[in-house]
């Protein structure tokens, strides 16, 4: 980055020297005693912010006059990385912005290198940039709180009016919490309906025109936070709410990470499939994360092939929001960061990046949670780094997932709320999973606990969170459709039968239809409940 310093300068007794000074760069100029000099000079600066540039006149007698002028901001120099894929980072721009978070650094576990800063200081901001453009990160998905919200003050004032900012691109995170938990989330209420129309106009008049908002296929991107809380007609009114903007929504749905996303109705309004955390609060994170880490990238791959859908792969450092006062948190267990953690995930996400339009970082700063790959004190520049040798430059040969479906269709699906006015449990449920063993002949080749982490097959559609009691695990299938698909990533091609363990919903009401392999093979018709789990054995033979 350089800083031009022109105009002519005159002395009385003539301009024997000419000195030009912004920051800590220096220039001097022989001119040779005349009355007038025509100075222009290109200083060297790093930028990022203003300076004072102070010109000094020499004249032949020695004596030194000088002038100062302040610049305004200058933009940061940038030396971009070339990357092979587009790699985002969920980006916060709420810090310092309000009372909410003026101390915020009180409530993160790690430091940041520039301090307890604002979003709103445009020096701030300009590192930021800079950060992501030199470390392969081109996206930002901005958290977005409505129209009146700080978060929108920052973006519109200080972010996009940053001069490098046009060298990212940028789109909404929808902060689904904030903007329609009032509502319960319920999109056949009129009111739910009106915020989510009125916030998609205003994002639509002033940020979805701009030349580097982020569009797939031509339409504007926006990530919509805990997708799955949303209920009702959800189609019905994401139609609504789009029906006046000249364009239509790329919706990129955040689904809890690891449970099939065709599980959950807001996919059939939906482009694409994402988890904004992989992390899961559990005492034995520590020790399984990576498993389950592993496991959920499979299941997210696959889930979005089922569902005809996009996805895009997450990453995270680590989770730990010990320092958000108690009130305000979870119990959540730490999952302490790290570089090396880092660069397992990194790892262990390649393979799946040679399908995906796009990856996300979760986050660039989010302190709060400590999943921040911006430079803190104690590993400084690492994560950046990572990033980019290990995320945005390397290649991908793609990911082989072979094995074998086997699928339940459900004869019904039963939801405990409309059976018994007492519960609150909305789940369409048809059978409580307990176990499956592949047999071949009399031999067993593959067998999973269901509800066991790092024992079970993965499940593309119609299974909902593990359950347990002091001996047992299971799942419940079904799903609103009343359909469960299972990918067995062991080879279980000449398995004959599959021994299903558990209990239906209902008693003398549930039956299924069996699909292996995506070809019929059975159909049971399940016993009457008696609150034990019970085995079936159902053919896996087309003969």
């Known amino acids: 980055m350089h800083l031009r310093v022109s105009g002519e300068i005159a002395a009385a007794r003539g301009v024997n020297t000419a000195r030009v000074r912004a920051g800590e760069t220096t220039a001097q100029f022989d001119a040779g005693g005349a009355d007038t000099y025509t100075l222009d000079a290109n200083l060297p600066v790093t930028g990022g912010r203003a300076y004072q540039v102070t010109v000094s006149v020499i004249d032949a007698d020695g004596n030194e006059f000088a002038k100062r002028k302040q610049t305004d901001h200058v933009p940061i120099a940038i030396d971009p990385v070339q990357t092979n894929r587009l790699v985002g980072a969920h980006y916060y721009p709420w810090y310092g912005t309000n009372e909410h978070h003026s101390d915020w650094a009180d409530r993160a576990v790690s430091t940041s290198v520039l301090g307890e800063y604002s979003v709103e200081n445009q020096s701030v901001v300009d590192q930021h940039i800079k950060w992501s453009l030199e470390h392969g990160i081109r996206w930002w998905s901005v958290s977005w709180w409505g129209p009146t919200a700080p978060t929108n003050r920052a973006l519109k004032e200080t972010l996009t009016n940053a001069e490098q900012f046009e060298h990212l691109t940028f789109s909404i995170l929808y902060e689904t919490k904030g903007r329609l938990e009032e509502f319960d989330y319920d999109l056949d209420r009129q009111a739910a309906r009106d915020r989510l129309a009125d916030d998609l106009a205003y994002l639509a008049e002033h940020y979805f025109a701009q030349d580097n908002y982020r569009r797939i296929d031509g339409r504007p991107v926006v990530f919509f936070y805990i997708a799955q809380t949303l209920k009702g ?114 790892e262990q996400v390649r393979p799946y990046l040679a399908d995906a339009e796009s990856v996300l970082v979760t986050s660039f700063n989010e302190w709060y949670e400590n999943t921040q790959i911006e430079p803190n004190e104690e590993y400084e520049t ?41 519960s609150s449990d909305d789940r369409h449920l048809a ?22 982490s790092g024992d079970e097959p993965i499940y593309l559609k119609g299974a909902y969170n593990a359950a347990s009691n002091d001996s047992q695990t299971w799942r419940w299938f079904g799903g609103p459709d009343a359909e469960t698909i299972l990918f ?56």
């Open 233 to 346: 007609d959800i189609t019905g009114a994401f139609a609504e709410a789009t029906a006046d903007l000249d364009t239509e929504l790329y919706v990129l749905a955040d689904l809890p990470f690891g449970n099939p996303p065709a599980s959950y109705p807001v996919v059939d309004a939906a482009d694409a499939v994402t988890s904004y955390n992989p992390y899961t609060p559990r005492e034995d994170i520590e020790q399984v994360f990576h498993d389950r880490y592993g496991q959920g990238l499979k299941m997210l791959h696959l889930g979005a092939e089922t569902a005809d859908l996009d996805y895009v792969p997450v990453l995270i450092p680590g989770f730990n929001d010990t320092g958000i006062p108690s009130s305000l948190r979870e119990d959540n267990p730490v999952l302490s960061a790290s570089p090396d953690r880092y660069a397992r995930v990194c």
């Open 382 to 422: 690492a994560y950046l780094e990572l990033t980019r040798d290990r995320l945005a430059t390397v290649s991908s040969s793609g990911v082989d997932l072979t094995g074998q479906q086997l699928r339940f269709i459900f004869n019904k699906a039963l939801v405990p709320a409309e059976i018994n006015p007492d």
């Open 488 to 543: 067995v990533d062991t080879d279980v091609s000449e398995a004959d039968t599959v021994v299903l363990t558990g209990q239906p919903m209902k008693s003398n009401a549930i039956e299924a239809d069996v699909y292996f392999d995506e070809s019929k093979t059975d159909h049971v018709a399940f016993e009457e409940r008696d609150g034990e789990f019970d085995d079936y054995l159902l053919s896996l033979s087309t003969s």
């Open 431 to 452: 059978f409580m999973a307990a176990a499956l063993e592949f047999r071949a002949g009399q031999e067993t080749i593959a067998s999973f606990n269901i509800g066991s």
